[in-house]
């Protein structure tokens, strides 16, 4: 899935507009209480400006019908900055989750940047500056190569002040889309 997003292709003002008119298409037709969106793909924050339109415009719009609004972001936490949290947290944010698996070593084996240096350093010193803004949800990928680490990563979010500022925790198991047998299945 991820290498098909690898292609930086930025949602355009066009897609953004026709994106805002459906979702209050979505809200007249079904009248629910509250609209929850969540961005996510590829990085979201590489460009924020649709983010913040359609929060922007869809906040004010619920709010005149008495809909609550609220989103979050999917992130691997390279670009979080208070700056621009703040701006988010105006229109409606709530909590981001940031993509982490395992610690530095094993996360820099998995998730390098491009260029092949490690990220891992630089999310947990954007998580710790962020933490106080906006709830902070840490998620991930597992198999059985990086699972005893995860242990460890709750040791490294402690260490650094975040075991009572991370929301929620949530690893996902990475499973072969072609077994052939259920004992390749992580259990």
Not at 55 to 64: A, L
Not at 70 to 99: D, H, M, Q
Not at 171 to 183: K, L
């Amino acid at each position: 899935f991820e290498e098909a997003v690898k292609r930086h292709k930025p949602m355009t003002d066009e897609t953004t507009l026709q994106t805002i008119a459906w979702l209050k298409q979505e809200v007249l037709h079904k009248r629910p209480r509250s609209l929850r969106l969540v961005f996510y793909g590829g990085e979201p924050f590489l460009n924020p400006a649709p983010i913040l339109e359609i929060s922007d415009e869809m906040n004010k719009w619920c709010k005149d019908r008495q809909v609550r609004f609220s989103f979050g972001v999917i992130t691997n936490g390279s670009l979080l900055n208070t700056a621009l949290l703040g701006e988010l947290k105006a229109v409606g944010l709530t909590n981001i989750r940031v993509t982490l698996d395992g610690t530095a070593q094993m996360h820099d084996k998995r998730r390098p940047f491009r260029n092949g240096h490690g990220t891992f350093d630089m999310i947990m010193k954007n998580i710790i500056a962020v933490a106080d803004i906006v709830r902070v949800d840490i998620g991930g990928n597992f198999d059985r190569a990086n699972l005893p680490d995860l242990y460890r990563l709750l040791d490294v979010l402690e260490a650094n002040g975040l075991a009572k500022k991370i929301g929620t925790l949530m690893f996902a198991p990475v499973i072969r889309a072609h077994s052939r047998a259920p004992s390749e299945f992580i259990s």
